[in-house]
């Protein structure tokens, strides 16, 4: 998968995926625009300019919301990790739509003086020290350019030159832009609608975003206990409980995820995270020795951790035992693509 | 200068060394850390917005490559820790800005009983 980059990888999902994305930007703003105007009690006449770039601003809030509920959900039920799997085209889109909205507003409000409207943006109100009136721009262009950051390293490119972990720590900023795009919006447009429509949208969305973050990470907390067995090895499930063709994933002392696979009879274990976003290999099916991600379809060798040829993507091993009908995993992993034996799983004590 | 004026000054001049960067980066480091990245080319101007924004940290992760102190072993350490904290903070700051900006915001002028600022056409005349 990445032999060698392209501008954008497409497949058929993908373009399903952009095309009911596409479908859904364009309703909304129809819907906003032209549909329902009147439903949107403006309460003072505003002009084609003012109502698009609201209609911007409200697509883009939506889009922010509902790309940050896909991650949760995927990790609170599976069957939304279909949405999970093109988040990045949703993401790019999204800030396409957030800089329409900004575009709109520079050149309706900032754009008819003797001044730059980027410096009219930035001195036409500066009442830092209080609420009332509080400049909420300021969290609008904070929240745009960490969307900008988000999206411009979305190619595969960057997880690759960044590495994951620290493509994933820069990509984590969608949060800090989630908190202001809230305040932007409750300290900017809350205050001047007074119909009640605007404030429960915007209080439902954030309240599911919230909700979902929490029941999410409470989920993974409780289920995340690291069960260390002493040494270097820990403890993983009984033989009993592993399934053929499946993985139990066990977290190692230090945070580490290791996925346990039992295929054909024999165990094989690898790093739960996949070389390309990080995704859980653990809850892929083993096929003909080769687990597929659940998020983005790459897929790895158990025995070695290597992606088949001709991709090059490779994830560390780890060397395992079964004792007393219990599996365990040494912690320390084994450089990636190392080649592990595998360990049969019907036997009393077994050393590799 | 004003402070808007230094704002706009300062974001000038990282774009200026991001584009310079950029430049180096993508004609000379891409092809000697990254082997996916030989021999294709149609996909390196898309890496340039990100350059502009971000060029620190690409200036350090080309030295890391470069230098070989990529360390292989942290690049499947998912900071997946962090979501619970993420959760948590999300559910303290966004109620409160809710709360706060519902809570100071005024009252619509239509509910105020309109006051005459003029006298009557007929009487000025």
């Not at chain 1, 625009?33 to 300019?49: D, K, M, Y």
């Not at chain 1, 959900?73 to 949703?90: E, G, K, T, V």
């Not at chain 1, 820069?170 to 300290?187: N, S």
């Not at chain 2, 070989?68 to 559910?91: E, F, I, N, S």
Request: hydrophobic share 50%; glycine share 6%; net charge neutral.
């Amino acid at each position: 998968m990445s032999v060698k980059y392209i501008p954008v990888q497409w497949n058929r999902n993908k373009w399903v995926y952009d095309a009911a994305l596409l479908v859904g930007v364009v309703a909304f703003l129809s819907v906003f625009l032209f549909v329902a105007p009147g439903a949107l009690s403006h309460e003072r006449p505003i002009n084609p300019q003012i109502h698009n770039a609201r209609a911007f601003g409200a697509c883009a809030f939506l889009m922010l919301t509902l790309i940050l509920c896909i991650g949760p959900l995927a990790r609170l039920d599976r069957r939304f990790l279909p949405l999970l799997y093109n988040r990045r085209h949703f993401g790019v889109m999204t800030c396409v739509v957030a800089l329409s909205h900004a575009f709109y507003i520079l050149n309706w409000y900032f754009a008819f003086s003797s001044s730059d409207k980027y410096s009219a943006l930035l001195f036409a109100n500066t009442s830092f020290g209080q609420l009332a009136g509080f400049p909420f721009e300021i969290f609008g262009i904070f929240a745009l350019l960490c969307l900008m950051i988000l999206a411009t390293t979305s190619h595969d490119f960057w997880l690759k030159f960044l590495s994951a972990p620290v493509w994933k720590s820069l990509h984590y900023l969608i949060y800090p832009a989630y908190v202001a795009v809230v305040a932007h919006v409750a300290l900017g447009i809350l205050q001047d609608q007074q119909h009640p429509t605007l404030p429960v949208i915007v209080m439902t969305g954030a309240s599911a975003v919230v909700a979902l973050h929490l029941a999410a990470a409470v989920k993974e907390h409780l289920a995340g206990d690291p069960a260390a067995a002493g040494g270097d090895w820990v403890h993983v499930c009984a033989t009993a409980d592993m399934s053929d063709g499946y993985a139990k994933i066990a977290q190692l002392p230090g945070g580490d995820r290791v996925a346990v696979y039992l295929n054909d009879g024999r165990l094989s274990a690898i790093s739960n995270a996949c070389a390309h976003q990080n995704g859980p290999l653990g809850e892929g099916k083993v096929l003909d020795c080769l687990v597929t991600c659940p998020w983005h379809g790459f897929q790895y060798d158990v025995t070695n951790g290597r992606a088949p040829a001709p991709f090059t993507e490779r994830v560390p091993t780890y060397n395992l035992r079964v004792e007393n009908g219990t599996v365990m995993v040494n912690r320390i992993a084994n450089p990636p693509g190392t080649y592990v034996e595998p360990v049969p799983i019907h036997q009393s004590e077994t050393l590799t | 200068m004003t402070a808007a004026d230094t704002i706009l000054a300062f974001a000038q001049l990282w774009g200026v060394v991001g584009a310079a960067i950029a430049l180096a980066f993508l004609t000379i480091g891409i092809d000697r850390i990254d082997e996916d990245a030989r021999e294709a080319y149609v996909f390196r101007p898309l890496l340039i917005p990100a350059i502009l924004l971000i060029w620190p940290l690409v200036l350090w992760r080309w030295w890391v490559l470069e230098t070989g102190r990529d360390q292989w072993a942290r690049r499947h350490r998912p900071p997946r820790a962090a979501h619970l904290k993420v959760a948590v903070v999300m559910a303290v700051l966004v109620p409160a800005i809710l709360i706060t900006a519902l809570a100071q915001r005024q009252d619509w002028p239509a509910d105020i009983a309109p006051l005459r600022l003029g006298q009557p056409a007929e009487v000025s005349e």
